[in-house]
């Protein structure tokens, strides 16, 4: 096997694992809505890395496309549980706020449907070939439509969502800002990372996204027990109504 590709899978193993981690975490801290948040995005995420994981060691074009399917479970959802998470981190109220979750969701549901459907209309992938040019089989991807839809709505969620965290650093106070200034930077590393693949600059068409992940997720580990992340937040929530920003 080639050096690159092994080393590449273990490092998406490893994504996956620390994504894992903090689901469990997440999931034992169910009963509070924040954590059901970062639940939702870290499995997201990890069904990436794992779909990615399997991808790239999958040696046939049939394997591959299979393993995409499982890819776009997650990626398909990962900008929605974003913006959601922001939502429920910062206390952000619209007057719409309910609407544009379900709008949200909705997105979402299509893009997986119209991923997992490809073949029959091509409106996600137009085809998927291996790269020939790549020294391990790959998926070389030419985008349809709603892929190219997905991408714009995925950037459009990060910058939404840390636009939202922006607003409630700056009318905060330290240390209770500190965790939304945390959180905003943590997702410019996979945001970084995903615009330089969008623009083609990866050798392979090697996806570095599920990788990325790592620094979030080790960021959300260390707040979790560094900050008690999942300890001030409901007590944050419990305080009066000027802890939250209103938007209408």
């Not at 910062?90 to 706020?97: A, D, V």
């Amino acid at each position: 096997m080639y050096f690159p590709r092994i080393f590449f899978i273990i490092l998406c193993l490893f994504s996956f694992f620390t994504l894992i981690s903090v689901c469990i975490i997440a999931w034992e801290k169910r009963n509070i809505p924040f954590s059901k948040c970062v639940l939702f995005l870290t499995s997201s995420a990890a069904i990436y890395a794992l779909g990615y994981t399997c991808e790239l060691s999958s040696n046939s074009l049939t394997a591959i496309k299979f393993w995409l399917h499982i890819e776009n479970i997650g990626v398909s959802f990962i900008p929605t549980a974003w913006i959601i998470l922001s939502l429920q981190h910062t206390g952000l109220r619209f007057k719409y706020n309910k609407l544009l979750i379900a709008f949200l969701l909705i997105f979402s549901s299509i893009t997986l449907i119209l991923s997992v459907t490809t073949d029959l209309h091509n409106l996600y992938y137009k085809s998927v070939t291996l790269n020939t040019a790549a020294p391990f089989p790959i998926a070389k991807i030419k985008a349809g439509l709603w892929y190219d839809i997905h991408i714009v709505f995925n950037n459009a969620a990060v910058l939404l969502g840390n636009i939202f965290y922006l607003i409630y650093w700056r009318k905060s106070v330290y240390p209770e800002n500190q965790p939304a200034l945390i959180f905003f930077l943590s997702s410019l590393f996979p945001w970084i990372i995903a615009l330089i693949y969008t623009c083609g600059y990866i050798p392979w068409g090697l996806d570095p996204s599920p990788v990325s992940f790592l620094v979030p997720s080790i960021v959300y580990g260390w707040a979790i027990y560094s900050l008690d992340l999942f300890e001030i937040i409901p007590l944050a929530q419990k305080k009066s109504s000027k802890h939250y920003l209103m938007l209408s």
